[in-house]
């Protein structure tokens, strides 16, 4: 019998509509959910190695939650359950369609931190109570293929469309945001060439069959859930992850399934695939109402190709975990710009990202209003900010709890340096540090003005990950 046990649950975690503001894109209350395109839930895996040790993972369809939440999420359960509080680990899927973790509004604080605290207590509970014997197997697939892929790396790297010689990416001064419609630089005058980075198509599954009760599905993969229906129809919705998760489970009867965004910091869910002319599914221009639903029948029927190939089975029953703290040196270059950057947000806050604040970004300097906002944070903010690390061994495989948003270069490293046969990666779990755009992130991009952390930390955030699991190994 294995050394190893698991157990499962799932809560409903949807809200009534009523006041809750969507998560992602800047100030949230000016995006209040209209309707319910799809239920949110939170999947709660609890996991028992050889020694007793027991921990739970609760994955909620958010777009994560913030360091004060985990907390205090983590103190009711641990009161609750008697597990210590480092061994419960929140984290959400990314979704920018469900509530927003730091909305201000009273509604959010009731939902937070009076709806939200006996729902996942429940859920642990439940999960601990339903351990069984179960044994690990692991796979891997690409999903689409060269130049097709599911899903691509949003930034692009432009030069002067009439320089004769060939420039290396990081001699392009013109860069931009591609998100699956023509690339927004003016190809008159710039001429495309490429990303900042090669994108992660791979899909991960981890199966934990388990004895006389449903087996439980890790499925890994990196895209952005970025918002159903357009930043202007309010819609509160799982996104892709949570139809990929009932699909997978109708697909196959008797198995629980999980999923866990990975390093998707500059990864966008493929969007022109229509004209890439892959079957079965029909994007247009852009990521709408129904859009996710058809991305994740995609992913669902790369999920059942990987399983009718089979998986790899475990040798190892192993559960250990590592922990520890990373210190992140932060970026006060651009504190003297402090004057001019409240001068923007005090209209911004009032009135959104509309054209005439975009026209005074580019009369003060400022690439965006997101940018004054991460100036005004950064002369607030200390001299360094403490990150936790989290890693489990489950068998094989490792899985690493990240506090931020990973770019797919650094889960790249991390699973190419992994000591395991695979190693998943859960971003935006156990806390919210904002951006890690690596060093190759294109100088306009969004993510370098927007992270407190100075360029570098992502780098050295992936070395202290893979030297955790190597103490697992």
Known sequence: MSALFAGFARENITPAIGGIPLAGYGITHLRPAARVLDPIYVNTVALQGASGERFVLLTLDMISLKNELIGEYRAAISGSTGLPEDHIFLGG??????????????????????????????????????????????????????????????????????????????????????????????????????????????????????????????????AHATITGGRLKPNLSADYPGVLVREAETLLPGTRAVYLQGAAGNLNPATRIEEESIPGITFGKGYGDETHRAYAHILASHVMKLLEKGLTPSVSDELAFATESFTGELDHTTDALLPLAEEVWAIYKDEGNTPRIRALCKEKGFYSPYQCGSIRRRAQAGLTREIELNVLRLGDCGLIMAPYEMFCGSGKYIKEHSPFALTLIKAYSCGYHSYMPTKNATPACYERHQTPFVLGTAEKLAEEYVKLLETLA
């Not at 730091?102 to 999960?127: C, D, N």
């Not at 999903?143 to 790396?153: I, K, Q, S």
């Open 93 to 222: 899927t990314h979704t920018h369609s469900a509530p927003d973790h730091k909305s201000p509004l009273e509604t959010m604080r009731v939902y937070l931190h009076e709806y939200l605290p006996p729902i996942l207590i429940r859920a642990a509970r439940r999960a601990l109570a339903d351990l069984k014997p179960a044994a690990v197997s692991y796979g891997s697939i690409e999903v689409g293929r060269p130049g097709m892929r599911l899903n691509f790396v949003r930034h692009y790297l432009m030069t002067d469309r009439d320089r004769k010689d060939d420039p290396a990416p990081e001699d392009a001064y013109e860069a931009g945001d591609n998100y699956g419609e023509e690339y927004s630089s003016d190809l008159e005058k710039y001429r495309f060439i490429g990303h900042e980075e090669p994108e992660d198509p791979e899909l991960q599954l981890v199966k934990l069959s388990r004895e006389d009760a449903d087996d439980i599905l890790f499925i890994n993969f990196q």
